[in-house]
């Protein structure tokens, strides 16, 4: 299976920056999309960006000029910094993949999988 997992998540002053990352670990014949998802209390699950295999990527209109998401595919690993923070980017960000897994039969199947979650938390 794979499994995904994040870090850099903290407590950071309004208008600092930081750097998720998120790497992802299994057995997979490769990775297709990678992203970044976040949950604010309350409220829904919602994107933040995803960046595809051959390299597009899309943003959350709310993190646009904020926020680059990267990926370095020989690490397996997503990133996503985050600059001039506001209050309202906290919450619980994930990491989200999809991966394409190879059968017995030789046909590939596709599985999304979830990281844990890491915690940003901005004050102002």
């Known amino acids: 299976q794979v499994q995904l997992v994040e870090s850099g998540g903290d407590l950071v002053q309004a208008g600092g920056s930081l750097r998720l990352s998120c790497v992802a670990s299994?057995?997979?014949?490769?990775?297709?999309?990678m992203g970044w998802f976040r949950q604010a209390p309350g409220k829904q699950r919602e994107l933040v960006a995803v960046?595809?295999?051959?390299?597009?990527?899309n943003y959350a209109d709310s993190v646009k000029g904020r926020f680059t998401i990267s990926r370095d595919s020989a690490k397996n690993t997503v990133y996503l910094q985050m600059n001039s923070l506001k209050p309202e980017d906290t919450a619980v960000y994930y990491c989200n993949a999809e991966a394409s897994l190879q059968q017995p039969s030789g046909f590939y199947r596709i599985l999304e999988v979830w990281g844990q979650g890491t915690l940003v938390t901005v004050s102002s």
């Open positions: 960046v595809r295999r051959g390299g597009t990527v």
């Open positions: 299994g057995t997979f014949f490769r990775l297709n999309t």
